[in-house]
Each structure stands twice: as C-alpha cells, then as structure tokens.
C-alpha cells in the first residue's frame, strides 16, 4: 500500500495547497479519500485525473468534497474528448441525502456504503467508525490485508479511537487545534489528543494533517513527541507513506 497527501489543510487552502485529500494506492488501484479545495488541482501533480478508480468521502463540509463539481466535470470533459464512456464511482454515506444524491453526474455515480459494514473497493477493505463533529462523520480505517492506514477525517478526541485505531502501520489524525486549546466544539482535535490515540493504539506513525491557519506549525509536531515516541510528520503535499 502507497498513502499520498495531497490536500493537507483545514477550513480552506493555503495558497497553492489544498484542503483534504489523501491517494491510497495498491496493485495500481488509486483511490481517493474526501476530494476537497484545491485538490483536483494538485492531484495532477501526481496522476491524471482519470487514472482514478474510486473516490470515498467521509463527509459532506466543504473542505472535504469541494472538489467533486470539478472532478464530474473533468470526467465528462475527458469522457467526451477520448470518445469513452467511464463512470467513476463516489462512496458517500446517505444521512444527508441531498448531498449524496449530488455525487451522481453524467459520468461520476453515488454509490452509498454502510457505515456499519465493511466496505471492499478495488484492492482495499474500509471499516468506518462514526466520529464526534457537528454533521455525520466517519473515519476510516483501511487495509490490503497486509498494510492498514486509519484516517481519522474530522473529529474532537474520544476513546473509541485507540480500539479503532490499534496497530496500524499509519494513522492520519484531525490535529486542528494546540496543546491546551479546546476543540470539542468545533469537532476537532488538538496535537496531544491525536498523540495519545497513536500511542494507546501502538501505531508506527503518526500523520498531523487538518492542520490550523494559525500559529507555528512545527509546535504541533514537537508537542505530539511529548506522548507519541514512535514516527512523527507533519502533513504536506507529496509526504508518501509505504510499506
């Protein structure tokens, strides 16, 4: 398994960056996970928009599935220069039924997963956990049967996430928010609550991503290694993970 950041971002991109979104890659499947600002954009960085086989959201706020329009427009564009007649599937959950209707265009289908249930795309086995956020959110946790990436998308801290999270070879984490800060509210989490989950969860490492538009970003790494004594990054476009 191949793990590729892409949009890395909370709320909004940065200039040149992107919100959330992250390449999982096995057997030359690629899979996309949540497709927000900014990230068609820098997924050319990386493959052709069409070398997508799947795309799965965790949820429906913006910075998270800005980029669907673009990216049904981009397969309707290309479908009809090359002549083709690909439809690519978008996995969304039903609870905002609007929402995942507008995952179905001309050449991109809703295709809805059960939170409940294991989800197989391509090469990969997705188990779901419901996170703590204002809107219905789920984490992910993803295997090949070798390798297993858990992403956490957007979430504030409970405990569920050391048994979810336990053993994995990555764990990707909402770190919104500095030590000391609050983000129960805003359903985020801050660098020691992401640190303590990969450290309960004994994970080999540790992604920072969702990452603040304030203060020093470093700190939030440098913080997180006063708990998590295993691997530690930062989330930035390009940071490849695999095994």
């Known amino acids: 398994m191949k793990v590729t950041v892409i949009g890395y971002w909370g709320a909004y991109p940065a200039a040149g960056s992107a919100t959330s979104g992250y390449l999982f890659e096995e057997d030359g499947f690629v899979l996309l996970v949540d497709c927000g600002s900014g990230v068609l954009s820098r997924l050319q960085q990386f493959k052709k928009v069409t070398d997508l086989d799947a795309v799965v959201l965790s949820h429906y706020h913006h910075d998270h599935i800005a980029d669907i329009g673009p990216l049904q427009y981009a ?39 059960d939170p409940n249930q294991t989800l197989e795309v ?17 984490g992910m946790r993803i295997s090949d049967g070798n390798d297993t990436a858990v992403y956490t998308s957007d979430t504030s801290y409970f405990e569920g996430w ?30 020691i609550e992401a640190a303590t989950i990969a450290s309960e969860a004994n994970v080999e490492t540790l992604w920072l991503s969702h990452l603040p538009h304030f203060g020093q970003l470093t700190k939030l790494r440098q913080e997180a290694e006063d708990t998590f004594h295993g691997t530690i990054q930062l989330a930035e476009e390009g940071l490849t993970w695999s095994k």
């Open 122 to 138: 391509g090469p990969f086995s997705i188990e779901f956990l419901k996170t703590s956020h204002p809107v219905p959110c789920y």
């Open 75 to 113: 397969y309707l564009v290309q479908n009809t220069l090359e002549e083709t007649n690909e439809k690519l599937p978008i996995y969304g959950h039903k609870e905002d039924k609007e929402k995942f209707d507008s995952l179905t265009h001309q050449y991109t289908e809703g295709v809805v997963y």
């Open 162 to 191: 050391t048994d979810f999270a336990r053993g994995a070879d990555l764990l990707i984490t909402d770190t919104n928010f500095y030590k000391g800060m609050d983000g129960k509210k805003a359903g985020h989490m801050t660098s």
